[in-house]
């Protein structure tokens, strides 16, 4: 089991920028896929972006394509979520996930899948 830690939320406004940060433990972080999910308020969650073990490969939502990256520090146990030029609409809880299969489509993705998530952090973008 993977336990989680997010920081780096908090109320922003449009245009501007929050990077998120995950720090992992309990079992050997570079042996596994990490990514974001978020739940935007009476939404169900959705994927946002995910890297696979070793960094080279990342996936992205299509409505986060350009504005965000995702990214790793094996050395750190620790994912990132840079998120740039913010809209109202990325207003949401993000999860950060550990240990799933990096298989697309994104768009009906099996949260069951998604070995272990982190409590949650709060991002509000403001207009």
């Known amino acids: 089991q993977v336990h989680l830690v997010e920081s780096g939320g908090g109320l922003v406004q449009a245009g501007g920028s929050l990077r998120l940060s995950c720090a992992a433990s309990?079992?050997?972080?570079?042996?596994?896929?990490m990514g974001w999910f978020r739940q935007p308020p009476g939404k169900e969650r959705e994927f946002v972006a995910a890297i696979n073990w070793s960094g080279g490969s990342t996936h992205y939502a299509d409505s986060v394509k350009g504005r965000f990256t995702i990214s790793r520090d094996n050395a750190k146990n620790t994912v990132y979520l840079q998120m740039n030029s913010l809209k109202p609409e990325d207003t949401a809880v993000y999860y950060c996930?550990?240990?799933?299969?990096?298989?697309?489509?994104?768009?009906?993705?099996?949260?069951?899948?998604?070995?272990?998530w982190g409590q949650g952090t709060q991002v509000t973008v403001s207009s």
């Open positions: 996930a550990a240990d799933f299969p990096l298989t697309p489509p994104w768009s009906d993705y099996n949260f069951a899948r998604v070995e272990s």
């Open positions: 309990g079992r050997t972080f570079s042996s596994y896929a």
